[in-house]
C-alpha cells in the first residue's frame, strides 16, 4: 500500500550533477518528515538530507553534502528532490528515500549513483 519510488539515478563524471526524485503514494505526505540517506559499497547507511512537513519546511544537511545538495518537496506532486551537484566519487551510493511521523517509517527500494570518469 504505502510506496516510495526513488527516480533519477545514474552515472556521472566527477563535478556533474543529478536530481532525484520520490514518488510517495499510500500516506497523507504533506504531514510526513522527508529524507534522504545513502549508502555506500561496504559503509552503513547514511543520513544525507531531511526536509520538514507543513507548509512552514525547514532543510537540513550532512556536512559532507552541504552547499552541493538541495532538497525540496512538492506536496501537490507528493514528491520529495533531491538536487546533487559537484558529484563526486564518494558520493556514489544508493540512494534512499525516507517518510516519518510519529512512529511511521517508510522507505523506498533506492535508486544507484554512480560518479566515476
Known amino acids: 500500500q504505502v510506496q516510495l519510488v526513488e527516480s533519477g539515478g545514474g552515472l556521472v563524471q566527477p563535478g556533474g550533477s543529478l536530481r532525484l526524485s520520490c514518488e510517495v503514494s499510500?500516506?497523507?505526505?504533506?504531514?510526513?518528515?522527508m529524507g534522504w540517506y545513502r549508502q555506500a559499497p561496504g559503509k552503513r547507511r547514511e543520513w544525507v538530507a531531511s526536509?520538514?512537513?507543513?507548509?512552514?519546511?525547514?532543510?537540513n544537511y550532512a556536512d559532507l553534502v552541504k552547499g552541493r545538495f538541495t532538497i525540496s518537496r512538492d506536496n501537490a506532486e507528493n514528491t520529495v528532490y533531491l538536487q546533487m551537484n559537484s558529484l563526486n566519487p564518494e558520493d556514489t551510493a544508493v540512494y534512499y528515500c525516507?517518510?516519518?511521523?510519529?512512529?511511521?517509517?517508510?522507505w523506498g527500494q533506492g535508486t544507484q549513483v554512480t560518479v566515476s570518469s
Open positions: 525516507n517518510a516519518s511521523y510519529a512512529t511511521n517509517d517508510y
Open positions: 499510500g500516506i497523507t505526505f504533506r504531514i510526513y518528515n
Open positions: 526536509i520538514t512537513s507543513g507548509a512552514r519546511t525547514s532543510t
